[in-house]
C-alpha cells in the first residue's frame, strides 16, 4: 500500500471470494486479516453467503462454512459486518420465509444475490471513507475491480487475495506467508481440464485509485 497520502486506512471485503480462499489454508489464514491492524470491515452479503446453509445446487463446502462460521462469531468485536440494501432485503425475505412456515419450495433464492450490484460495493466504499479516510478493499471478483477503478469520489487500494498474502510477507513481515497460496493451490484442486480453480493473476495488482 503506497504511503503517498496520509490516512488511516480500513480493510473492506465486498467480495466473498477472499474468504472462501482464505478458509482453504485454515483458521490461522484468515486470522492474518488483522495483521495490518486496520479495522476490517466485511459486507453483510459477504458474511451471509460465506455461512449459509447451501441450497441444494449449491456446493456444499460444509467445512469451509463451518470453519468461517465459527471465526465470525469468535471475531465479532473485531469485524464490523456492513449492512447493504440487498443484504437488508434478503434478511427479510429470509424472516418472512420462517414465518410462513420455512416450506423448502419457497425458501427465498439466493441466485443474483450473491453477486450483488456493483453498485453496493461503491456505496459500502463511500459509507467507509466519509470521514476522509482512505480504504483498502480486498477484491478478487474483475467486474467489481473494473467498476472501483472508475471512481473519482474515492482514494482507493485494490488488493486480490493473492496480493494480499504476497503483502504479509513483504511489508508486514510474515514468514513464509506466501506458502499460503501454495496451499491455497492444492486445496482447490483442478478443473476437468486440469487447471488450477484459483483466480489467475491479474495483470494489475494492487490497484491504486486515487481522486483527481
Do not use: C
Amino acid at each position: 500500500m503506497d504511503g503517498d497520502i496520509a490516512r488511516a486506512p480500513r480493510l473492506l471485503i465486498p467480495d466473498t471470494s477472499p474468504l472462501s480462499l482464505l478458509s482453504m489454508a485454515g483458521r490461522d489464514a484468515l486470522d492474518y486479516l488483522f495483521v495490518p491492524r486496520i479495522e476490517v470491515w466485511i459486507t453483510d452479503m459477504v458474511a451471509i453467503e460465506a455461512t449459509r446453509d447451501p441450497d441444494p445446487d449449491d456446493d456444499p463446502r460444509t467445512e469451509q462454512r463451518k470453519l468461517l462460521a465459527a471465526w465470525f462469531r469468535d471475531n465479532r468485536h473485531r469485524v464490523k459486518v456492513m449492512e447493504t440494501a440487498v443484504g437488508r432485503e434478503y434478511e427479510k425475505a429470509m424472516a418472512n420465509w420462517r414465518m410462513g412456515g420455512g416450506t423448502p419450495d419457497l425458501k427465498p433464492s439466493w441466485t443474483g444475490r450473491g453477486d450483488y450490484s456493483l453498485l453496493d460495493v461503491l456505496a459500502a466504499a463511500e459509507t467507509v471513507v466519509e470521514d476522509s479516510e482512505a480504504v483498502v478493499l480486498l477484491v478478487d471478483d474483475r467486474r467489481a475491480r473494473a467498476a472501483l477503478r472508475q471512481t473519482e469520489n474515492l482514494n482507493l487500494d485494490i488488493l486480490s487475495t493473492r496480493s494480499f498474502i504476497a503483502m504479509l510477507e513483504t511489508e508486514f513481515g510474515v514468514e513464509n506467508a506466501t506458502d499460503i497460496w501454495t496451499i491455497i493451490e492444492i486445496a482447490a484442486g483442478v478443473n476437468e481440464q486440469g487447471k488450477s480453480k484459483v483466480p489467475d493473476p491479474l495483470p494489475e495488482d494492487p490497484l491504486y485509485v486515487r481522486k483527481p
